[in-house]
Nanobody, 120 residues
């Protein structure tokens, strides 16, 4: 069983940047497609980004394209989400997950989440 731990969230002003990390333990991360999701207060969880096992393929929600970049370092068992030009509407708890499904907004294993707050 893989365990995931997110970090890197915090308070940032609009236009600023943050880099989230998702560290895995228990199993090597390289066997999984990985994804990031977020859930804003009072809203349903939504897909943000996904990356293939090798890192060669990525996918993004339209709302973050051109601003967010997902990457991974399989040697370190870590997946990243670089977030630039943050907007107040990006405020949410961000979660990483294995085997993400962006149609159903689901995944297999989840971390506990990290809170990102963007002030205007």
């Amino acid at each position: 069983q893989v365990q995931l731990v997110e970090s890197g969230g915090g308070l940032v002003q609009a236009g600023g940047s943050l880099r989230l990390s998702c560290e895995a333990s228990g199993r090597t991360l390289s066997r999984y497609v990985m994804g990031w999701f977020r859930q804003a207060p009072g809203k349903e969880r939504e897909f943000v980004a996904a990356i293939s096992q090798s890192g060669g393929n990525t996918a993004y929600a339209d709302s973050v394209k051109g601003r967010f970049t997902i990457s991974r370092d399989n040697a370190k068992n870590v997946v990243y989400l670089q977030m630039n030009n943050l907007k107040p509407e990006d405020t949410a708890v961000f979660y990483c997950a294995t085997n993400p499904n962006w149609v159903t907004n689901s995944g297999d294993a989840w971390g506990q989440g990290t809170l990102v707050t963007v002030s205007s």
